[in-house]
C-alpha cells in the first residue's frame, strides 16, 4: 500500500485507509474510488499524501490482511511537541470537534501559473476598498455621542434610536445567553446603562462589520463558515479575557471577531490573485499570509491593520489583525496572544474558516503570556460550543448549525 502524493493520484485509483481532516474526522473513507472530487477534497484540507491500494478498482485485489496499517493520513495541530497545552488541544479537539457545518473548503478551478500584477501595498487595498468597507455613518454618529461628555444614557439611546434595525438587534443580543444578565433589559438607554458605554460601543461597531462585506466570491470563502470562525474566536477571546480579569473584555470579543477581516477584502478586491494565493497555500504547505505576500504583495493581516486604521479603530484592533499568525518585532502583546489562541482553539475544534486550511502553529510564548489558569482550554472550549449558535442566530440572523 504505497503513500501517494494527493497531487499525482489518479483517477480510479482506490483509497486503502480512512482518510482524517485536522480533527481527526473521516473525510474519505477507506475504498472511496479516486475522482476529481477527491482530490480537491484532499486539497481543501491541506492532506500531503494518502494510501492506496496498488491497483485501480478495476482490478484492485483484497490480500492485505496482516499487513501493518499506513500511517493515517492527517493535518496536526503543530508546536512545541512537550509543551502539555498542545496535548490538551489535541485531545479537545479529538473530543469535541464539530463535524464542519459547510463544504470541506472553497472549490475553486486550478489557478493560473503566473501570478500576474504588481505587488499592492495594504494601505492600497483599504483605501480602495473605499465605500465597499466603509463604516455606516450611525456608527460614528454612536461613537461621537458616546465620546461627548456631557452625553447621558437617554442621549446615546436617541441617536441609536435613527437605526430601528440596529437598537432591536441591540437589545436582543442585551437579552440573550450571550450576555446572561439576570433580568430582562427593556430598552436601549437601559442597554446603554447595564452594558457601558464602551462595551456598547464595541457591541455597535461588531454589529455594523457583519453587514459591510456583501458580494465575495463563494467560490473562495463561504460568508456563514468565516463569520461562524470569527465569532467563534471572539467568544474564545472574551473567555480568555475574563478568565484573566481583563476589564472591558467586550474588546476582545470584537478583536476576534474583526482579527481576519483583511481577508474579505482581498478576496472582494483580487479574487484571482486571491485564489492564486490559496492554492500555494495549500499545495505549497506555506502559511497563507505568506502566499498572500508573494501573490498579492501584502497579507490579509496587514490589509486588517491598514483598514483598522482608516476606520480609526483602537490600536487593539490593528495590532491583533497584524499579528495573529505571528508576533510583531517586539513579542507578542496580551492582544495578540489571546486571539492567537483563540484562532488556534476554534480551528481545531472545526468552527468555520476564513480560507486557511492549516492551523497557525502553537506559540509557547503567547500561551507563557496570558498564564492562563489550569482547565482554560476545555473551559473556553465549552463555552465558545455552547454560545456559537445563539451567537450566529443573534449577529448573522442564521439558525443554528
Ligand atoms: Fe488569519
Ligand atoms: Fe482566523
Not at 494601505?123 to 480602495?128: L, S
Not at 446603562?193 to 462589520?209: C, E, K, P, S, Y
Not at 467568544?235 to 467586550?250: D, G
Amino acid at each position: 500500500m504505497p503513500l501517494v502524493k494527493v497531487r499525482e493520484l489518479v483517477p480510479g485509483q482506490v483509497i486503502a485507509t480512512d482518510v482524517k481532516n485536522m480533527h481527526g474526522q473521516v473525510i474519505l473513507p477507506v475504498d472511496t474510488v479516486v475522482n476529481q472530487r477527491c482530490c480537491s477534497i484532499l486539497k481543501a484540507w491541506g492532506i500531503v499524501s494518502v494510501a492506496i491500494h496498488g491497483e485501480t478498482r478495476e482490478n484492485k485485489t483484497e490480500g492485505t490482511v496482516g499487513q501493518p496499517a499506513p500511517p493515517s493520513a492527517t493535518v496536526e495541530i503543530v508546536g512545541d511537541e512537550s509543551h502539555p497545552a498542545l496535548a490538551e488541544l489535541r485531545a479537545l479537539a479529538a473530543r469535541l470537534a464539530k463535524a464542519p457545518s459547510v463544504e470541506p473548503g472553497p472549490q475553486f478551478p486550478p489557478a493560473p501559473g503566473r501570478t500576474g500584477g504588481a505587488p499592492v501595498s495594504a494601505q492600497t487595498v483599504a483605501q480602495r476598498a473605499g465605500t465597499l468597507a466603509s463604516l455606516p455613518t450611525i456608527y460614528f454618529h454612536v461613537e461621537k455621542a458616546i465620546n461627548h461628555p456631557t452625553s447621558s444614557a437617554v442621549d446615546i439611546a436617541k441617536v441609536l434610536g435613527n437605526d430601528q434595525a440596529l437598537s432591536a438587534r441591540l437589545l436582543r443580543i442585551a437579552n440573550s445567553a450571550f450576555y446572561g444578565f439576570p433580568r430582562r433589559v427593556e430598552g436601549v438607554a437601559e442597554a446603554v446603562r447595564i452594558i457601558g458605554t464602551r462595551q456598547l460601543h464595541d457591541l455597535v461597531l461588531a454589529t455594523v462589520v457583519l453587514t459591510r462585506f456583501k458580494g465575495v466570491d463563494p467560490r473562495l470563502v463561504s460568508m456563514s463558515s468565516f463569520w461562524r470562525h470569527s465569532l467563534a474566536c471572539g467568544i474564545a477571546a472574551r473567555m480568555f479575557a475574563t478568565m484573566r480579569r481583563e476589564t472591558n473584555t467586550e474588546r476582545f470579543f470584537v478583536a476576534g471577531l474583526l482579527h481576519d477581516v483583511g481577508s474579505l477584502v482581498l478576496y472582494q478586491q483580487f479574487p484571482d490573485r486571491a485564489i492564486q494565493a490559496l492554492t500555494r497555500h495549500r499545495e505549497g504547505h506555506i502559511p497563507l499570509e505568506e502566499a498572500e505576500r508573494a501573490v498579492i504583495g501584502c497579507d490579509h493581516g496587514q490589509v486588517g491593520e491598514a483598514l483598522m486604521s482608516l476606520w480609526k479603530l483602537p490600536e487593539l484592533y490593528g495590532e491583533v489583525a497584524a499579528h495573529h499568525h505571528s508576533p510583531g518585532p517586539r513579542g507578542h502583546t496580551a492582544g495578540t496572544a489571546t486571539i492567537h489562541l483563540a484562532d488556534l482553539l476554534v480551528m481545531a475544534l472545526g468552527l468555520g474558516s476564513n480560507g486557511e486550511a492549516t492551523l497557525p502553529r502553537f506559540s509557547v510564548e503567547a500561551w507563557d503570556l496570558l498564564g492562563l489558569p489550569a482547565g482554560s482550554l476545555e473551559r473556553t472550549a465549552e463555552e465558545v460550543l455552547a454560545l456559537i449558535g445563539e451567537a450566529q442566530r443573534l449577529f448573522l440572523g442564521e439558525e443554528e448549525t
